[in-house]
């Protein structure tokens, strides 16, 4: 249907939905003649979902905070790197906001949106619930990074 609209549009095709992995967005852009795609929940548990993309592409350059570093591809490589992209969360939360409890129903959110694409969400999940404080979580997400495989799973069923 998409390749049907594309070849009588005027205007872009941008697609949105169901797009979870970067494997997803190139066969939208190659094979269904998309002009762009629109990524959503899928970002707050792959964060490095653009960069995948980009290298996907050809596009090699890394962004400014990963010089001379690959995108995460593997489910134990993207997993370390959900885990990293929270321990940089947690500091950013430290960092603009002063209610703790605030910046505990900030992670907790992002959390319960992410852990659906983890083999072992439901773990984090209960540490972040539990947690008293960022530090306690942080303390969590760090001895998780040392002792624990956290993979990813690829797509999922959102519903």
Do not use: C
């Not at 762009?36 to 290298?55: C, E, F, L």
């Amino acid at each position: 249907l998409v390749t049907d609209v594309s070849a009588k549009r005027r205007i872009p095709i941008v697609i949105n939905g169901d797009i979870q992995t970067a494997d997803d967005a190139i066969m939208l852009l190659t094979q269904k003649n998309a002009d762009g795609v629109m990524i959503g929940r899928a970002a707050t548990a792959r964060p490095w979902i653009i960069w995948q993309i980009a290298h996907k592409l050809g596009y090699a350059k890394p962004p400014l905070a990963y010089p001379g570093q690959l995108p995460p591809e593997t489910p134990l490589e993207e997993g370390r790197a959900f885990l990293e992209a929270m321990l940089h969360y947690i500091d950013y939360l430290n960092l603009y906001f002063d209610n703790e409890e605030r910046q505990l129903r900030r992670v907790r959110f992002h959390v319960i949106n992410a852990q659906k694409w983890f083999f072992y969400g439901h773990s984090y999940y209960s540490k972040a619930m539990k947690a008293k404080s960022l530090l306690e979580l942080s303390d969590s997400t760090r001895a998780m990074l040392e002792d624990v495989e956290f993979p990813m799973s690829g797509r999922i069923n959102l519903l």
